[in-house]
């Protein structure tokens, strides 16, 4: 308010004076936002470093939601216990059942068989028995072919021409190396199952006598993805483009040899899988050198289905395709927004309640079949989640706190966080794509990069075979194995009964 009865002089510099105050007190309120900001990020940042990563929550533990009316505790159950009761089998015995058995027997001299009391003859009354896990480890053998070869005598004595015939080998899995299905397969399962890189893998062979180099080993790797075991994931992508529900996902990768790129740049690894209900579950890995949302365009072009994703905006260009929004990630930023402050009645805990309600409503459901999985769905769990982004519309908060971000996520992705109720088969959350580009992630975390695009792609074959392996219930080893020994020798055309799931694959390797 002017003061009339101040100078003119005096009032122009009181209006200078309230502007400037007025100015001072925004910026004043923008820093202490800001201010606020960093000391949430630096939470959440010693959140991750040093706190548990479990995102479990009191309904996890059991505790009661703000959905859920408390249940008076359960009178203790009172057990009778009989005199005589059948002795369970233990749980050491179950896990060995399975394994190899190999039997020592420990028995008295002849001469000690007598009591040690009157001297007479004792009698067999039973065994005792002690169980032990006997290792042997993997041992590096030399496999020398002989083929016998024959002459004719007569055509020798009686003919200008020479007829010589020899016996028939087996087709090499790579021309002019000494390399065999089994070691191949044992290389290749050490570095992308066991993630172990190539150099400590050339180590331990030098501990056992013999010498392979890093060098060879990422060769053959790279020979037979692209002779025997490329045309295997072509079919396995074959199958994928079949299926009307996906998960994908993409994780970093760097590729050192990359033309045009610097060495330190990052590339990509791309995910596609199948979902839940599956007949013939597929892992397939893409190695691609950038984001861009051309690279899924291409991969799933012409496809049309229900696609899990994450919140990442390359995924909405695909034509024809429904995005089904991952609401775990929705959890995960009212979580990160809760643990700053854990006030019960703070706006991110109402809001990772709201969450921890749809997931526990999903676990109830979760044994239904698909058409009443998507029954129940409508009628409890998706008018949970309209009532959810309501109360997520009506809230409001400062710019560039932890709950802002989780409430502007949310909202933005509603449409495809609400397309998990369209179809009984579908799951709220891409945890499923996650958990399996997290072996690449573990993998690389040991072998770091790759060194040519060859290898990157190698990479992807070979995951994708060992991971589909996986999910179908194989031995990661025996099948590889079984495939570098089948493919040389029949081709690579009868490739629909070699498959995980196809009548070619033998009992051993599963």
């Known amino acids: 308010m002017k003061n009339t009865d101040a100078p003119r002089g005096f009032q122009a510099q009181i209006d200078r004076l309230e502007k400037r105050n007025a100015s001072l007190e925004n910026t004043v309120a923008e820093l202490s936002a800001l201010v606020k900001h960093f000391e949430e990020l630096f939470k959440i940042s010693q959140q991750k470093r040093f706190g548990i990563s479990s995102e479990k929550s009191a309904l996890d533990a059991g505790q009661t939601s703000m959905f859920e009316e408390p249940e008076p505790p359960l009178p203790p159950e009172i057990e009778e216990v009989g005199y005589t009761r059948r002795k369970r089998k233990g749980k050491r015995a179950e896990d060995l059942s399975e394994l190899p058995l190999e039997i020592i027997e420990h028995d008295l001299p002849e001469s000690e068989r007598k009591c040690p009391e009157c001297d007479g003859a ?15 480890p993997a041992q590096v053998i030399r496999v020398q072919h002989r083929a016998k070869v024959y002459k004719c005598p007569t055509c020798d004595e009686q003919s200008d021409k020479i007829c010589i015939i020899k016996a028939a080998m087996p087709v090499q899995l790579i021309r002019g ?69 996906l998960h994908v996902d993409e994780t970093t990768l760097q590729v050192l040899k990359e033309p045009g790129k610097p060495a330190e740049s990052k590339s990509f690894m791309w995910l596609y899988r199948t979902g839940d209900k599956s007949p013939a579950p597929t892992v397939l890995y893409e190695y691609q050198p950038g984001r861009g949302g051309e690279y899924p365009r291409t991969f799933l072009k012409g496809w049309q289905g229900f696609c899990h994703t994450d919140g990442y905006s390359a995924y909405q260009g695909l034509q024809g395709v429904a995005l089904v929004g991952c609401w775990a990630h929705v959890r995960r930023k009212f979580h990160e927004a809760w643990k700053i402050t854990e006030a019960p009645d703070s706006p991110a805990k109402i809001g990772l309640d709201y969450c921890d309600g749809l997931f526990a409503l999903e676990r109830e459901f979760s044994g239904l079949p698909p058409d009443e999985r998507y029954a129940a769905r409508v009628e409890r769990v998706k008018p949970l989640a309209e009532a959810f982004f309501a109360w997520a519309k009506s809230q409001s908060a400062p710019p560039k706190l932890a709950i802002t971000r989780a409430l502007t996520y949310a909202i933005k992705q509603e449409p495809r966080l609400m397309n998990a109720f369209c179809d009984g088969r579908l799951e709220l959350s891409n945890n499923r794509a996650e958990r399996s580009v997290k072996p690449f992630v573990i993998g690389r975390k040991n072998w770091l990069f790759c060194d040519s695009v060859r290898g990157a792609v190698s990479s992807a074959v070979a995951f994708s075979i060992i991971e589909t392996a996986k999910e179908n219930g194989l031995k990661p080893f025996e099948y590889l194995k079984f495939l570098l020994e089948t493919l040389p020798q029949a081709g690579v055309d009868p490739i629909d009964d070699l498959l995980p799931w196809g009548s070619g694959v033998p009992d051993w390797c599963k």
């Open 122 to 136: 004792v009698d067999e009354i039973g065994v005792q028995t002690r169980d032990e896990l006997k290792i042997i």
């Open 177 to 245: 190396s000494v390399a065999s299905a089994s070691a191949v397969a044992h290389i290749m399962t050490q570095k992308h199952l066991m993630h172990l890189p190539f150099y400590r893998q050339e180590q331990e062979f030098v501990r056992q006598g013999v010498a392979i180099s890093r060098q060879n080993m990422a060769n053959w790797s790279i020979q037979v993805c692209e002779d025997w075991l490329r045309p295997v994931y072509d079919k396995l992508r074959e199958n994928l483009l079949q299926q009307d529900i």
